[in-house]
């Protein structure tokens, strides 16, 4: 309709808006079935109430009028379970009680669609509805400077003369608020003509002029319901200045109701100005973000995703393991601190990782709480998020991988790109501006508490060596948000390039496809124009435009021509040494705000290793007396200077007798049995005795243990010396990593997992805190299952180390088997007084001991070449077990079985060797004893004598 004809009848004046009839209903629905939405909600919804309705309320005819307009609040949201309720709003603005009493009826009763979509009678129903009131009544605007929130993609067609290049549609750069005014009149006056039969007036109101001041939005794809078109809008909001008459502050505001711009019965652009109470009159989703985060079940989930990629404490010193110890009451707390408001995101612990070409990472690691509460958030608004990224972004999204992106990449060339801009993005993560990132999370979840939670986990501080660093950009390496908001932040970078290149881009490491070499030097112009708008820059050295007759290598793969190779990940998993250098620190990390003197000292400390006991040492410890090992079906009495054994199932052999004046106490593992007077006799000469479990557990000491208060306090002395519990910690992981070098070894003769054990040991050599020493444990442990378990018949294969429960057999023989071991130890620690509680490696914990771990980690090797043997052997079959998936425990031992590996760890626990500096062999269990006393010696010398096992 031309301007000129816009406006003609009657004679205009400032209350013609109230003359348009305006019905605005709050709908609640609940779901009956399983429901699947895009980002925008407003195509499935609109399908929905057309069919309501009988009728179709966007008109065909481009001269009619949009007289419905929808808000469907709870867009962003993806899924829907049964019984899970959903909230939106419909407005009529025009009086029509024939359309709105079948609204009404039907959809109190919804009725048989004639055409199809999947909100029907069979999928929803009506819960509630009611009108809201004073919809209508207008609050003045004051002022001159004025900020529209889009909260509905915003479609609005430019002005003749701007459009260009096939962009027809205000976009992120495109807004005309001279234009954006016009229309907002034509869209009001049109409906006061289809309630009034004539215009409001034969006057044309000047279009105001205006300057703005700030804008920010994001493009929203959005594709229309049972088919393959996508329409599209922004989001977001702009804020400009103006001087307003009276007329156009009602028509501003009266904007608010009726949406503005194409498809707005569909629910597109609807604005609500800044600072006014209109937005209190609309509905909100049935549940915020918050709300489905803090569900148990999805709390639980997020536990076990963050346990079995990461055993990393932060700063609080709680690893995944011991969060689980009292996993229940841990979820609930959280779950009560979040809803109680008192929920406080924790600072973050600096980690430094060294890199190829002596760089290093700075990694900033939340807590496992904070972990959890992230990883529940990603699982929440993860889809949300993906569906409104462009289908070049490879990295952290479910379905797409480096395989996918080289697949992309393939097919491009097919179609004829054969020049190629390779680049990345300067310390990309280190560098993401806040304030541009913060404007995107404020558009997606400005009126959920979830925000909230975003923006403290972005902006959290560093803990480094007992500073702390307050970061003012970037996101958080180590933090399970970051991947997804990476993702969010980059997505502009991917709308500006996709349509005249074909990019491919995986994180911040990138390659633009062109048909020309010339086309390929455009492209890198508008990458750096992109990125600088997005306060980012490429890294000069990574970037080069390359064709694919000379090669390149990306994501691990190697183009050449039409060939794609997967190479070998030939890259040093550890680097044995760096050294810190301005150059070698990331540009924009938090290490940037660490005295660079202070980073160099740290690094340079050189913290003295142990000095390992001398051969007349050992010997003197091999000399003090021993506890005595009961087991099997054994009976004891006593004399008056022996312990006398008698073998139950052998009753006709000679008792074996053992001289009172040699033993230290007595442990009697299982079902043997003790006269009482030989309990009185053991009293009366100061021996303990001790009964345990057949799986080791101690049950019942007598006497009970009497505490040795300076050996604690040495002991507690230690566990808070930096220097001791580092040293500790170091030698402990040396030696497992070797150990599980050696196994690794004896099951594969052809050894290609030697190097990286080797890379992991030295890397263990220069680690300088207990969270990189427990990260390379961890990548050994990785490293260590992968060997065992191609080393198995494929009917014991396993996906991974779990633990709590253990889901395989595999699995559930490690797990018991490294119980039976932790309970001896346990044991050893207490009868040699020391106190259990007091780790210098593990951290503290009221579930288990934290220095029975400590300890076992040198003799897990045992339970390892066990399980390996007896599967190897035929020794056990899956009969052995029993499966079911319904089970907390969805596999377990049958009981026959559980006695046969208790005694298997048993008879293992017998096998005798020559450890380093001894003079005749020993047993394991004896070994154990004697490792436990040598620690103590160490505890009670202040100074670090322990040396754990190394097998060969």
């Known amino acids: 309709m031309k301007e000129e004809n816009i406006l003609l009848g009657n004679k205009f004046t400032l209350t013609f808006i109230d003359s348009i009839f305006v019905e605005s209903y709050n709908v609640k629905l609940k779901f009956k079935k399983p429901i699947h939405f895009h980002f925008y909600h407003g195509s499935k919804l609109f399908s929905f109430i057309s069919n309501i309705l009988e009728y179709h309320p966007l008109p065909q005819d481009k001269k009619k009028v949009n007289d419905i307009v929808i808000y469907p609040c709870e867009s962003s949201r993806i899924f829907y379970k049964p019984g899970d309720e959903y909230n939106f709003q419909i407005t009529f603005l025009r009086n029509d009680q024939k359309i709105i009493r079948n609204f009404f009826s039907n959809l109190a009763n919804i009725p ?123 989001i977001g909001y702009i804020k400009f200045r103006t001087e307003l008459e009276e007329l156009w502050k009602r028509i501003l505001w009266f904007g608010q109701i009726t949406h503005v711009g194409k498809n707005s019965s569909a629910g597109f652009g609807k604005y609500l100005i800044e600072g006014y109470n209109h937005k209190t009159l609309i509905p909100k989703p049935s549940k915020n973000y918050l709300q489905l985060v803090v569900n148990k079940e999805n709390l639980l989930n997020a536990f076990i995703h963050i346990k079995n990629n990461s055993d990393i404490a932060g700063i609080d010193g709680i ?125 997606l979840f400005d009126n959920d508490p979830i925000s909230e939670f975003l923006l403290s986990w972005i902006k ?39 349509d005249n290149f074909k990019l491919v881009r995986y994180a911040d490491d990138f390659v633009i496809l062109c048909k020309s070499k010339e086309q390929a030097e455009n492209a890198l112009i508008e990458v750096k124009k ?9 890294k000069p050295s990574k970037t080069r435009i390359i064709s694919f007759d000379e090669g390149f290598q990306y994501l691990g793969y190697l183009f050449l021509k039409s060939l794609i190779i997967e190479k070998n990940d030939e890259r040093k998993e550890n680097i044995l040494d760096y050294e810190i250098t301005p150059e070698s620190i990331p540009e924009g990390s938090w290490l940037t705000l660490v005295d660079l003197e202070k980073l160099k000292s740290l690094h340079k400390t050189d ?35 022996n312990i006398n054994i008698i073998n139950d199932d052998e009753p006709d052999v000679v008792p074996i007798k053992y001289p009172l004046q040699d033993i230290v106490s007595v442990v009697i593992i299982g079902n043997s049995r003790i006269s009482m007077p030989a309990i009185f006799k053991l009293n009366e000469n100061n021996i303990p005795i001790y009964f345990c479990r057949p799986n080791g557990e101690l049950k019942l000491s007598i006497p009970l243990n009497n505490p040795d208060f300076n050996l604690w306090t040495n002991q507690l002395t230690l566990a808070n010396d930096y220097d001791f519990t580092l040293k500790f910690a170091r030698e402990v992981v040396k030696a497992k990593i070797n150990n599980h070098k050696v196994i690794a070894r004896r099951v594969n003769e052809e050894n290609d997992y030697k190097e990286r054990f080797n890379s992991l040991i030295e890397k263990a050599k220069i680690s300088d805190s207990l969270d990189s020493l427990r990260g390379i444990e961890g990548s050994s442990a990785s490293l260590f299952y992968e060997v065992l378990n191609n080393s198995i018949p494929d009917e014991w294969k396993f996906d991974r180390r779990n633990k709590r429960p253990p889901k395989d057999p595999v699995n559930t023989m490690l797990s018991f088997g490294y119980s039976i071991l932790y309970h001896h130890i346990s044991t050893a620690i207490l009868l040699e007084g020391i106190n259990p509680q007091i780790g210098f490696y593990h951290k503290p914990s009221n579930r288990y001991y934290p220095l029975a771990s400590d300890l076992q980690e040198e003799f897990r090797h045992i339970i390892d070449s066990l399980v390996l043997y007896i599967i190897r052997r035929n020794m056990v079959t899956r009969k052995d077990f029993i499966f079911e998936d319904s089970n907390y425990y969805p596999c377990f031992m049958t009981k026959d079985f559980r006695k046969k590996f208790i005694s298997m760890v048993e008879e293992r626990l017998k096998v005798e060797f020559t450890p380093p500096n001894f003079s005749k062999k020993i047993t394991y269990k004896e070994f154990i004893v004697f490792q436990v006393k040598v620690l103590k010696f160490s505890i009670q010398k202040k100074e670090m004598k322990y040396q754990p096992l190394w097998i060969r």
């Not at 958080?476 to 908001?485: E, R």
């Open 530 to 538: 992109t990125l600088e708008n997005l306060k980012l820059e490429i």
């Open 607 to 641: 913290l003295q290793e142990i000095t390992p006991l001398k051969k007349n040492e050992v010997q003197e410890i091999l000399l003090e007396k021993f506890p005595l090992y009961v087991t099997g079906n054994s009976y004891i009495h006593i004399d008056e200077e």
């Open 112 to 234: 048989e669609f004639e055409f199809g979509g999947d909100l029907n009678k069979d999928s929803v129903e009506l819960i509630d509805i009611f009108k809201i009131p004073d919809y209508t009544a207008y609050e003045p605007l004051g002022g001159n400077e004025f900020t529209l929130k889009f909260i509905t993609p915003l479609r609005m067609e430019r002005k003749e003369e701007d459009k260009k290049k096939g962009k027809t549609l205000f976009d992120l750069e495109y807004f005309d608020c001279k234009h954006f005014f016009k229309l907002l009149y034509k869209r009001i006056a049109d409906l006061y003509k289809l309630n009034c039969g004539t215009y409001p007036s034969n006057e044309i109101p000047d279009n105001p002029e205006a300057e703005i001041l700030d804008k920010y939005f994001i493009w929203i794809d959005v594709p229309k319901e049972n088919n393959k078109i996508t329409l599209g809008g922004m």
């Open 319 to 443: 690893t995944p393991d011991i969060f689980e110890l009292n996993l229940e009451q841990n979820i609930n707390n959280l779950i009560e601190e979040i809803k109680s408001g008192q929920y406080k995101a924790s600072d973050l612990q600096g980690i430094i990782i060294p890199k190829a070409n002596n760089k290093i990472r700075a990694l900033a690691i939340p807590t496992v709480k904070d972990r959890i509460l992230q990883r529940a958030v990603v699982q929440i608004i993860g889809d949300s998020i993906d569906h409104l990224l462009e289908e070049n972004s490879y990295a952290y999204r479910k379905g797409l991988s480096r395989k996918g992106a080289a697949l992309a990449i393939n097919e491009a060339r097919k179609h004829g790109y054969n020049y190629i801009l390779e680049s990345d993005i300067q310390s990309f993560f280190d560098n993401v501006d806040w304030e541009l990132l913060f404007k995107k999370i404020e558009i």
């Open 460 to 498: 959290s501080d560093v803990i480094f060596n007992g500073i702390k660093i307050k970061r003012t950009k970037g996101l958080p390496q180590g933090a399970v948000i970051s991947p997804l908001l990476a993702n969010l932040f980059l997505d502009e970078f991917d709308e500006a390039l996709q």
